[in-house]
């Protein structure tokens, strides 16, 4: 009992001494330095603009349309600086592209391989079984091409960001001068040199020159006006099939999973109730 | 151990009679969570995490070695055939996407186990070694997710390896040493994923005997309930079979409608983006951040920002980051002494006005700030909340159980299960009555 008593000491005065020590030697000088000091504010970026997409929601299909637009302003555009490595030319079927369309467009691209005379490095035409090329033969050309900073892969970019595709097209689209209360409120916005201003970048200044400069700078096949807005709208959705090619399976998937658990749930609730009909005082009220 | 008057398990046929003697298993099953345990009559719906717990570590396990098939614990290619399952294996993202959300809902059904045993104090006598086996098994679970996080080498698995391996660095004089031995290296590298790839595939098998062990540990004395009283007579239960297991299906169907909500349509609500980014030891994430089911616990390390000083001397006693990971640690270490801190002889907080207003108007308010902050990043007013929530939980652990216990009238108990759950009306039907109406 002594023994167990101690515990209990030994623990009060522990919890004490804890609690005692985080008030004191850190709440109270933070207290003093957030009152004194205040903090660091950050710059003000804004959240990526609310687009329609065809593949939102629940019931969410892609949009092959947009999504062969989008692999025209990637192909145009994106992939001069942009690799895209975890997707095959074979993967562009589901794009509904056929077989030969997808063998002409992998043999357009020039693929790193290997000359089957000499054995030297060399390029070869790309097959459906090739992955998207990169567009530099590694990061220290990539680096050296662009002011040293590496342009990222662009496979997974929509889910590697917050709201990732809706900030794609908001990115892409929202390039524009700094703000004078901007610029009055926080000086160091301004962009530095190499840089670019854009609201929906943290840093508010980015790298990347602006890509998508003017309207009808792809030409669609389908007829599409190809609008700034539209061209990062269409990539946006062309890199969310990149970085998640089985969203839609997934979304279709989920509904019969989720109507089956519905059911066998619904059923499970009402055996419980069968089954527990008997013990339960109130329901033995009503039976006599 | 059983009641006396737990059903006995009768073999049918050949088949059943042959192997009763010779490796009597279906017997152990019937006892175990069959019709021969017997089970308080009045469990809650909060007595289902058990069960759906153990249904999600086997969920993991399943999972998991089939996503072993296809991963590669290598640094070069690590985040590849991550991707590789993702893109190209049959199923590969379901597997994926149902292994990642598994283990978050294995945290969210183990932690409203746990804090179902705060509140009914489960953890008291007769029942202190299947709490202390329940915090084993969740001291296991953090190693086990962690290391699990590491495996797709994306940004936030290698910050986080980083952090949380540089914690032991704290640890005076040994520490460093302490910190590459776990690693295998300065940094994080292909030595620290292999050997995190090799324990995370041995730690569910560990935290599997561990459960054996709980629910062995939990047929001694048997399952607590909602009272907190014992069971006195038959008419206290009902055996676990057909009566529980139809209830725990019913929970399970539950459960599982809102997990595969989350994996077919919101897979990556629960994880952080930069994890797609591959990790890059030269670029470190603007926030790094665990996963949710850490955040309280982040929230006590980093609460921690000043040195414990002898004042006006500038005196350094212990360092603030030393400070955090003590407390860290301490915080979940000291649920093994629970049994013995809180002494008061009622168990359930049905009964305790006082434990019950300190409980929902305190710890759980703290639990929900700690949460916050965890997941925010280091800025005010988040640091001096979890500073706040910090002090909090410690007092409630370590000082507020103990004095309650002693302070406190308790309410009048019912005087025995039965009385519980069907007041003085005698005429109701007993338990030992009532058959299966099936």
Known sequence: ?288 | MSFPWAKEYTPSNGVTKFLDEKLPLPRLVYNAVGAGYPVPRNLSYFWNFGVLAGFFLVLQIVTGIILAMHYAANAQVAFATTEHIMRNVNWGWLMRYAHANGASFFFIVVYLHIFRGFYYSSYKAPREMIWLLGVTIFLLMMATAFMGYVLPWGQMSFWGAKVITGLFGAIPLVGEPIQIWLLGGYAPDNAALNRFFSLHFLLPFVIAGCVILHIWALHIPGSSNPTGVEIKSESDTLPFHPYYTVKDGFGLGVALLVFFSLVFFLPNALGHPDNYIEANPLSTPAHIVPEWYFWPFYAILRAFTGDLTIPFTGVVLIEAKLLGVLAMFGSILLWFILPWLDKSPVRSGHYRPLFRKFFWFGLIPAMIVLFICGGAPAEEPYVMLSQLATAYYFLHFLVILPIVGQIEKPEPLPYSITEAVLGSDKKAVLGENASPAV
């Open chain 1, 1 to 288: 009992m002594t023994k167990l008593l101690s515990i209990r000491v030994v623990a009060i005065l522990i919890g004490i001494g804890l609690a005692v020590t985080v008030l004191f030697w850190s709440l109270v000088p933070g207290v003093i330095a957030f009152v004194t000091e205040g903090q660091a504010e950050h710059l003000p970026y804004e959240e990526p603009r609310d687009f329609d997409f065809s593949f939102d929601g629940p019931f969410g299909k892609w949009d092959v349309q947009q999504l062969q637009r989008g692999l025209k302003v990637y192909d145009e555009v994106c992939s001069a600086c942009h690799s895209l490595k975890y997707v095959a030319f074979r993967n562009l079927s589901e794009l509904g592209y056929d077989e030969s369309q997808v063998k002409a467009y992998a043999a357009a691209k020039q693929v790193p391989g290997i000359d089957p005379n000499t054995g030297e490095a060399t390029t070869r035409p790309g097959l459906p079984t090739d992955y998207f090329p990169s567009p530099y033969p590694n990061n220290v050309a990539a680096a050296a091409a662009n002011n040293n900073a590496i342009p990222p892969d662009l496979s997974l970019i929509t889910k590697a960001r917050g709201d990732g595709t809706n900030y794609v097209a908001s990115l892409l689209s929202g390039y524009q001068e700094p703000s004078a209360e901007l610029l009055a409120e926080h000086p160091e916005a301004a962009p530095g040199p190499g840089l670019y201003h854009n609201p929906y970048f943290p840093n508010l200044n980015l790298a990347m020159a602006p890509p998508i400069t003017m309207d009808g700078q792809v030409t669609y096949d389908d007829g599409t006006e190809a609008t700034i807005e539209q061209m990062s709208i269409d990539v946006a959705a062309f890199l969310t099939w990149t970085a998640e090619p089985t969203l839609i399976q997934r979304k279709q998937t989920g509904w019969p999973v989720l109507i089956f658990l519905l059911f066998a749930t619904v059923l499970a609730y009402l055996s419980k109730n069968q089954i527990w009909a008997a013990v339960k005082p109130k329901k033995n009220k009503k039976s006599d």
